[in-house]
């Protein structure tokens, strides 16, 4: 049928053409953002692993995949180190076929227009990380930034957007962790738009909450997604600098608390608040869920974000005027840790 | 507005009469099912909750419970015993209205013909237990029986079904176990139906099965739902058969297992399992997703099915001819541990 791609035969192009590409090297800013957000991804992986292996002394597992229909990974995680419990950091870069289920809901849920009956080609290309400490005065982080785009049959991307954020999820609150990590984010949003670390910082209160428990999951950060507001170019470029700032905001934070004191009672506190991320996640995250309902996905990929170890106690409260109830207060009342203007 | 009641009125109506009915009592076989079957959750409840103190040594904590809106409940949770890590039956009974949205979705899903455009008022009773012993040789299991009623605007039961069922999950495979259990339920759904065991042993399968593992959760039993297919009178001594049946099916084999010497790697081969159970409930159970999304339910009461302690390991496979690749073989292709007809 002359003029008329299948579905099949168009993301084979982007696929080969990337693929082509990659082989000739190197990636510039002339190539399509698909190859430039994987290689940014795949450098970011690297720094950031490279990062926590020297806080930890133990190395990664890393595992190389690849998928039959196009596009591969790398997870790398981390399991009983001596300052982590459980760290997973991974990329993906997909080459796939949206069905038309999947475009339905996108036009309908995020007001996506896209001019399609059947499946559309699509890219994927994120990085993806979860860090659970041992020790419970220290913080669980979360990062994510991917690119999404929908193609035109020649290749070009007929609709892109970015997404992704990052927040913390400590057990014991230190506010000067707090205002650190979200200082670190704004100085980054600053640079880009004045409205971005406001935005997102809400945003990021609103998703990563826990409804049937009515208590945020963590301290926030930001969060967003669908962002096509600027040049894909400018976009990207914000999507490096937050990236980059992983290590900048948590690191410090890891070394003023990973060698701290804590008790039995601490840790199993600890335990229940892990339980609780494993609550959010399994229940709530639009991510996890989608991840888990898709046929021939690497489970073990996206359940590397959960913890080593976790605990569910029947009416657990934190004793009146604690610090466990220090927490639970600030996650029932989400606030401002540094003005957001 | 004379002759139409608003659903509110219609609702109070069943709650004020079923009131008045049980300060009278007793209750009879000519009351509705409703107070009928809470009377038997009840007494259910306090026999098994006396067969696990018994077993255990440790009591239980007792909750009651009410809902503003109509109903009560009562939560009894024995945590951290001699035998058991953790053990949660609880009773409820809601007076309700469903709304549109929920008739809809049922009428969709279940092809229930309910006739009425707005909220309809419902009532609902049941009996729900998860019960996680400490020895890996121990088996988890799961109990569940309940009644629903859609009523008429003079309170008679519009539309009425019962459903429920009971399963095991071991961590590691005693095929005694696995034939005992599957006896006992099969032996009480032979005096009402020769044909509920195999069908609803297999229903079992197909619903206790993590999806995103590939396998199913445990050694199965049975699971039923929207049982109407005899008169209300029948399929409710069914379902006092099967519910009385819950210690000889469990006892015997908690009596035979929690002796048993473990090593600390099968505590923590069992630690993993209950990491499943997790992803199970929290992630494909019906009736747990339903509860945390209903506005204003107890969580702790749905959540008390979780074990106390769990565990993820990245990419952790059993060795090769050992007993905990036996249980996983066994979760991956579901047997008929006894004849099914």
Redesign the interface.
Known sequence: AFGVLSAKEVYCDAVLEDKKRRTEGPITDSDPMRLRMEAFVKGLQNRIVSDIEQLDGKQF?R?AWERSEGGEGITC?L?DGNVFE?A?VGISIVYGQLPKAAVEQMRHDRGKEISADGPVPFFAAGISLVIHPHNPNAPTVHLNYRYFEIENPDGTPKMWWFGGGSDLTPSYLFEDDAIHFHQVLKDGCDKYDKKYYSTFKQWCDKYFFI???GEARGLGGIFFDDLDDKPADEIFSFIKEMGNRFSLSYIPIMKKRMNMKYTNEMREWQ?LRR?RY??FN??WDRGT?FG??TPG?R??A???T??????????KEPEEGSREEDLQEVLKNPRDWIPLN
């Not at 959960?306 to 009416?315: D, K």
Request: cysteine-free.
């Open positions: 597992t595992t995680v399991q459980k997973g409804k049937h428990r335990q339980g494993v609550e399994l229940v869920k888990l309902q996905a489970i073990e996206i359940l590397m959960l913890p080593l170890t976790a605990r569910w106690e029947y009416m």
